[in-house]
T-cell receptor
Framework: KAGVTQTPRYLIKTRGQQVTLSCSPISGHRSVSWYQQTPGQGLQFLFEYFSETQRNKGNFPGRFSGRQFSNSRSEMNVSTLELGDSALYLC?????????????????FGPGTRLTVL | AQSVTQLDSHVSVSEGTPVLLRCNYSSSYSPSLFWYVQHPNKGLQLLLKYTSAATLVKGINGFEAEFKKSETSFHLTKPSAHMSDAAEYFCVVSGGGGYNKLIFGAGTRLAVHP
């Protein structure tokens, strides 16, 4: 199976602009989660989508949003970019873990999109 | 609320010597715990996971971890380090509720010297 793919791999934007990042999950995976990785804050959960619905959200401002399409592909959008939004944005997909009700499935991570805000 | 604390930000070992990366967790219920590894300019890879089955968990590349409830620890070990083990390692706890919210520790950078 092909892994999780993220596009683009690198982006450079200026303050005030907006950006859209894309994530294609592993075939058959219906859950897509997004994470932000920065040197100062580490890895932080942004949100999770399952069957086109956001079912969990981290502690980020409303400038960060996302959506999921019927084919499970997901996009995240950041509006009014700030310098502090410079980060590696990681996407992960998973499917439910069989036999353990409520247990999280293994998450498979993509290579990330490195966003630089100037 | 769930959280993890990685006790060392940097660990340096010689090739062929044991590796110990320490992690303590805090959880209001029986947690799901993971170790992930991140090599430079690469995504995260799952090393191993604990989900209330056996307390000693074996992972890939010779790594293993032991869940100790009494000590709220989930330390990662490997008997003999290899140069290719040099990377950043993250201890992770599931946010719970069956959802895929992972809470990451700050990471431990492992250096392996010849």
């Amino acid at each position: 199976k092909a892994g999780v793919t993220q596009t683009p791999r690198y982006l450079i934007k200026t303050r005030g602009q907006q950006v859209t990042l894309s994530c294609s999950p592993i075939s058959g995976h219906r859950s897509v989660s997004w994470y932000q990785q920065t040197p100062g804050q580490g890895l932080q959960f942004l949100f999770e989508y399952f069957s086109e619905t956001q079912r969990n959200k981290g502690n980020f401002p409303g400038r960060f949003s996302g959506r999921q399409f019927s084919n499970s592909r997901s996009e995240m959008n950041v509006s009014t970019l700030e310098l502090g939004d410079s980060a590696l944005y990681l996407c992960a997909s998973s499917s439910p873990q069989r036999g353990l009700a409520g247990a999280p499935g293994e998450q498979f991570f993509g290579p990330g999109t490195r966003l630089t805000v100037l | 609320a769930q959280s993890v604390t990685q006790l060392d930000s940097h660990v340096s070992v010689s090739e062929g010597t044991p590796v110990l990366l320490r992690c303590n967790y805090s959880s209001s219920y029986s947690p799901s715990l993971f170790w992930y590894v991140q090599h430079p300019n690469k995504g995260l890879q799952l090393l191993l996971k604990y989900t209330s089955a056996a307390t000693l968990v074996k992972g890939i590349n010779g790594f293993e971890a032991e869940f100790k409830k009494s000590e709220t620890s989930f330390h990662l070990t490997k008997p003999s380090a290899h140069m290719s083990d040099a990377a950043e390692y993250f201890c992770v706890v599931s946010g719970g509720g069956g959802y895929n919210k992972l809470i990451f520790g700050a990471g431990t950078r492992l250096a392996v010297h010849p």
